[in-house]
């Protein structure tokens, strides 16, 4: 089911689809089915209510880590932005990108207040396919929101997704430790989370000062 920018047509086809819509898409694949089923039903909170709830709440506020612990992504990643995607490496501070607030529970654009370049030694990338053609390469402990808890890259199996672009989007680890980077970068952001790839995955812009 594809991502609409009409909220009304994106919300009928969320309830649609957990309410039978799923079933008729997979009916041979209980797991599919099931992460069809996760995916509608997050749409419909994120996007049709006017909070984000759950039988078990997950912690949605964003991660935090100290700087040194270097969460970043390769430069050439894509980041979402409302004038068009740019690579990570051309943001600048001051600049707009797409990003999720989860007081509001919905995406948004969020100004970046920091970019973080690391550029003072090499850093191992993991590389993790989206859908079934893009890859985002990112380094150790850096967690991307799957709609209900986030995760570091060494728990991307086989994980679904929640992508500003579409209702659902399977990311998994293709290559731990693939290749060093001798440039990495991360984004703070007024929200405290920035979007990544073409899908737009959530991902955390929030850091603390190294004590």
């Not at 099931?34 to 506020?61: H, N």
């Not at 986030?150 to 991307?156: A, D, G, N, R, V």
């Not at 060093?180 to 790839?197: D, F, H, M």
Request: aromatic share 10%; hydrophobic share 35%.
């Amino acid at each position: 089911m594809k991502w609409l920018p009409c909220a009304a047509i994106l919300c009928r086809d969320a309830y649609n689809a957990e309410h039978g819509g799923c079933a008729s898409d997979y009916p041979d694949d209980a797991e599919k089915r099931e992460g069809c089923e996760r995916a509608a039903w997050y749409i419909q909170q994120a996007f049709c209510t006017q909070s984000l709830t759950s039988p078990s709440p997950p912690s949605t506020d964003p991660p935090v880590f100290p700087k040194s612990h270097f969460p970043c992504f390769a430069p050439d990643t894509i980041v979402p932005t409302p004038i068009g995607p740019k690579k990570i490496a051309e943001v600048s501070v001051g600049d707009m990108v797409y990003g999720f607030n989860f007081n509001l529970s919905r995406f948004e654009a969020t100004r970046v207040k920091q970019v973080l370049l690391h550029d003072d030694g090499e850093y191992w990338l993991n590389q993790l396919e989206v859908g079934t053609s893009e890859v985002v390469e990112v380094t150790d402990g850096h967690p991307l929101f799957t709609g209900r808890e986030w995760i570091l890259p060494h728990e991307f199996r086989a994980q679904e997704f929640v992508s500003r672009n579409q209702n659902e989007v399977f990311t998994r680890i293709v290559g731990q430790h693939t290749r060093k980077a001798p440039v990495v970068i991360n984004l703070l952001t007024e929200s405290g989370t920035y979007l990544v790839g073409e899908h737009g995955l959530i991902a955390s812009g929030t850091v603390t000062e190294d004590e």
